[in-house]
Structure formats: C-alpha cells, structure tokens
C-alpha cells in the first residue's frame, strides 16, 4: 500500500490521541518502527494490519475509527491540501458527489502509484444517492463516510449518511440530501494554493 | 426574451451572444471599428472598475504575436491564428486567443481569449472561481494538477531531506575507513574496549608506514591512495580473519589480534607485514616504495589496564622502531617507555598519537 495511506493513519492516530498512543499502536502490531513515510511504498499487510490495531488499542470499533479517519483527512488544518483537492472536484456537494467517480484517477494524476478503490455513485429518485465502493480494504466505505460528512460541511449542504452494509467485496453508502446550500460553507479560492 | 431575440441563433444576435457566454466566457465581439461590442462574463469580471465594452480592441490588448498589429484591418488578415496578447494595464495578463469572422455576416469579429500558462496568475489576481469557467474547460483540473503535484513533491522533498539526515548520521556512525575499506578509529574503540572489559589476552600493532610522504609528495595523492590501498590488502591477508585492521590516521594503522599464544607468532607476523610493505608497487608506470615500522604491545589474560595506557604503549614501541632505523617490529617492555622518556618529551609523544 502506498506510504500516504499509511502515513495518514499515523497522523490521524498521534494528532486525535496522541503520540503515545500511536507508540502503542505499532508495538503492539508488532512494528520495529513507528515512522511510515509518505513516499514510500509499504506491504499490503501493513494498513489492515494497523486499522485492526488502532481498533483494539482504543477499544472502538474498527468502522467507527475508519469513519473518524475520513473526517480527519477532510477536517484537520494539517490536511488542507486534502480539501482543497477534493473542492476541486465540483461546484456545489452534488456536484462533488458526481466527481466522485473519477475521484480514483484524479488521485493517480497527483500521485501515479496512488491507487484508491473505485467508488461509483448512483442518483437515486429526489435527492437519494447511493455510493457504490470497491473495497479492497474492508471498511473504506466508512472512511468515505468520513470525508462525505467534512464535505458536505464544507459546501454548506445538508446530508443524512448511512452505511448499507456491503456485498460480494462491495460497500454501500447511502447519501440523502436534504439541502445543497442549506449553510454557507467554507470558502474555496482557486488561487489561493497550499505549500 | 423576446421572440425577435430568439430568432436567429448566431453569435451576433443576443441568444446567441448568450450561448457564447455559457461557451467562451473570455470572448469578445469586435466591430469594424475595433471597439468592443459584447465581452463574455469572465473578461467583464477581469475589467472590473476599468470596463471593456465600447473600448478599443487595441487599447486594451497589445497584441504580442504576430508582431506590428495596430489595425482592424490587420486583425481581420489574421483570422483563425493564435494570438499572444497582453492586457496594457496592470496585472499585464498575458492570453492566447483567436479570432474569427463573425458568422452574423456583419463586419464583426469575435475573440475568444484564454490564459494559457499564465492561469495561476490569472485566477489569483481577478478572483476566478469554477464558474468563471466553460464546464469543458480544462483550467481547473490544470489548476488541481498543479495543487496535488506541489503537494506531492513537498512530501517527496520532505523524505529527501530525511534521507540525507540519516546518510549522514550512518556515515558519522560508520566502522569503516571509506577509502581502504579497512576498520575505522571508532571500531577500534569498540573492540578495545570490549577486549578490555573482557580482560582477555590480545595483541596490539601500532604501525606507521615510512616513506609514506615522499610518495605522496612526488607522485601525487592518487599514487598515494593507490598505495593505502595496497597496504590495506596486504595487512588483511597478513592478519587473520577475526584480527581487526584499523586505519586510524593518514598513513597509520592499528592492528588487534586477539588469542595470542607467544611472542614468536607475533614476531612473524610484523615480520612478514614489513618484508611484503617493502615489495615496490608499481602504479602507472613507476615503482613507489615504503616501508613500515610496527610497535607492539601483549596483553596477558587479567592485565588490567585502559585503552590509552595500551595504545600509548604500542606508540612508545612505535617510536623505539622507528629510533632504531625505521622499517623494524618492537614488542613493548616498561623499560622502554623510560629510554624514550630519556629521548623524546611526551608532549612529542602525544602529539605522535593524536
């Protein structure tokens, strides 16, 4: 798995709860170092291994640490990149939604070995949407869950999120939009670049 | 609208004026006197407080390329080229464009404008926002490109610095001398320190190579490394497999050799380092010939001593050796470390070892 994932578990973990819990994390996944650098290309094993860690070191469920991961990614000032790459994608929430099918390859013309599951969103009856999620890594449904509720905060849209459960290595999340200017939202400025 | 309006869709007519707009937000519409007569809502934006409609083409735009474009006329000769234009007024925005004929049948042109290379600038100094934009256009995802590239190579920087770091710590950390591959100072220290605290028997050979210098001097440094590295070769297959051959200075080395049994074996094995020093070594046609001078010192099982006491008595043997004439091997005894205090004063002895 490619560096950054992993490198953004362990900022979301030592930022949300601190370094020693981070410390903690690793030895008890059984890791000889606790650094995952961001350019670096990392076994497979290592991800599922540390989402199942985090799980059993906090005492949550690994869903709800997937989700929390998300929302980091999308929340946290350190992250702002993140953000703004994603605001990128569309003008208002809808539109970010609808970006969300390309969101795989917009990642790999940032990042070439950067490869993220495919999601693929489905435009339901009156504003009810379903995301439809490869999930290589079990849960990364959850963690799209994250990033939706940051950026629908972000738009200033109001949306209800669920997690359907998924099947034969695919996740469900449903989306019902209830307004998509129901706030004000934070402000993008295309020129105003991070770094 | 109007049905008058509605009726023919053409880029002179206001429906199609409107369509260009959704189309080309960063058109103009020329008459055939050069004044602007329609600009797209982008290029309104950017001529916020300034204004563009009812103003020359010309005094607006300095037309970069083709060069000497000062007319209508010339405009209208340079239909469907690339245009390098540039605002006469601050920020200077350099664009791209092209004009065409109108398709109204009017004498009008249209200019379709867009900033090329220069949108960075461009969406920072006029505010610019994704509606500013054709859907089709592909600024913004020039726009994401050079956000995530910058940010991806931020974190490439990143680990290129810490990479460095570490290269620089390990090297600080290394045992080995990067020029004969031989042991370097600090591993030394470490298995001296270990013998010692072990207080087991073992052998120490200060040896400095004569005549190190005038190679050095008249045949340059590479015939000088050349040799170095020849020395190193021949005290590796000199010692054996577990003695530690340390290169401590320019031309001096240290050897340990651990489980000695008798003064013979140390003996021989000086003797044989010195004779095959002696052999010349031929580098790029010459000969170049050294020779070395070895000072020894047996450590017996429970000695209890420190590391500078055995080094400072391998380097008064040294010294003995090097007294007699040079190219010889002197095992150490406390006596003569008082001839040499007779003969040389131990700052000159300390600096010897420094």
Redesign the interface.
Known sequence: MHG?VNRSIQLFVSHTYGLHIWEDVTRTAGLDFTEF????RYKETYTPLLLDTIAQVLGRPRADVMEDLGTFLVSDPQFE?VR??LR?G??DFVDFLHSLDDLDD?VR???SDLHLPKVELRANADGHFSLICDSQIAGYGHVLMGILRAMADDYGALALLEHSGGTGGAEVVSITLVQNEFSQGRA???????? | MTKIMDAPSMPGTASGRDALDILCPMHLVIDATGHVVHAGPTLRKMRQGQGIVGQRFLEVFEVKRPRALTSMADLRGMAQQKLRLKLREAPYTALKGIIVPSIDGSDSMIVNLSFGISILDGVRDFALSNADFAATDLAIEMLYLVEAKTVAMEASYRLNARLQGAKIAAEEQAFTDTLTGLKNRRALDTVLTRLLTQRTSFAVMQIDLDYFKTVNDTLGHAAGDHVLQNVARIMVAETRSHDLVARVGGDEFTVVLPDVRSNDILRRVGHRIIQRLEEPMPFQGTDCKISASIGTVWIQPGDITTMEDVLSDADVALYASKHAGRAKQTLYTPDLRNAANAVVPPTEMGDKSA
């Open positions: 950054l650098e961001g350019m670096l990149a703004r790459l990128f569309g003008v917009r013309l940032a990042v993008f400025d295309l020129g105003a670049r991070v770094g």
